[in-house]
């Protein structure tokens, strides 16, 4: 079965340092990878996607990505921190059972907290 | 921009009412999903729809059904609320063919008393 696991439940950074939140997966065949980030009472936002190519992938907001297909792993970083960036951050992996029809599997999200 | 609407941010509902949750998306896209969003539980999908009429369960359909009578648009029907249905409730969709990303609306929050 395939699914997406984010070991930490937070990560707390103080601003203008780099922060990773860490996500690992388990999938047959090749990954297509997502991070979203969701603001209190809102939406998912789309950050960035992993599909093929470059192992990293650049997003919004300063956010990248590494692919690392021997690790089973897909963390999210950036280089400096904002207060701003204190959000909620998921995790995703596209089903690729034959029915699913693009339905991503969550992780079940990283709650990260810059402090000044 | 790919804009998908939920009509309702809060509903407060009681035990028993039949609720409808609504979501219209404006960019032709094929599918869509209804997910429940709680606490350490992350998103749970309950169903999804790739065509007009048609519709698949999901990971926890038990207690809801969909209705999607046109393509833009795809409604959540609690046909009798209980207190667990507290939650959360985002609506996204995406084009067929996919390495796409899913496109979110804002989200339906949902209490019953």
């Known amino acids: ?116 | 921009d790919v804009k998908v609407t939920q009509s309702s941010r809060y509903l407060v509902k009681r035990t028993g009412e039949k609720v409808f949750l609504e979501c219209v998306q404006d960019m032709d896209h094929e599918n869509m999903f209804w997910y429940r969003q709680d606490p350490g539980l992350g998103l749970r999908l309950i169903y999804f729809s790739y065509d007009v009429k048609m519709k698949e369960k999901g990971d926890i359909p038990e207690g809801y059904s969909v209705s999607r009578e046109k393509k833009e648009r795809f409604s959540l029907i609690l046909e009798s609320a209980s207190t667990n249905q507290t939650s959360m409730y985002l609506c996204a969709s995406s084009l067929l063919a996919s390495t796409g990303e899913l496109f979110f609306g804002e989200g339906s929050r949902l209490t019953v008393l």
């Not at chain 1, 065949?29 to 936002?45: A, C, E, M, S, T």
């Not at chain 1, 690392?68 to 960036?85: C, I, R, Y």
Request: proline share 5%.
């Open chain 1, 1 to 116: 079965a395939q699914s997406v696991a984010q070991p930490e439940d937070q990560v707390n950074v103080a601003e203008g340092n780099p922060l990773t939140v860490k996500c690992t997966y388990s999938v047959s065949g090749n990954p297509y990878l997502f991070w979203y980030v969701q603001y209190p009472n809102r939406g998912l936002q789309f950050l960035l996607k992993y599909i093929t190519g470059d192992n990293l992938v650049k997003g919004s907001y300063g956010f990248e990505a590494e692919f690392n297909k021997s690790q089973t792993s897909f963390h999210l970083k950036k280089p400096s921190a904002l207060v701003s960036d204190s959000a909620l951050y998921f995790c995703a992996v596209r089903d690729m059972d034959g029915g699913s029809q693009g339905n991503l599997i969550f992780g079940k999200g990283t709650k990260l907290s810059v402090k000044p």
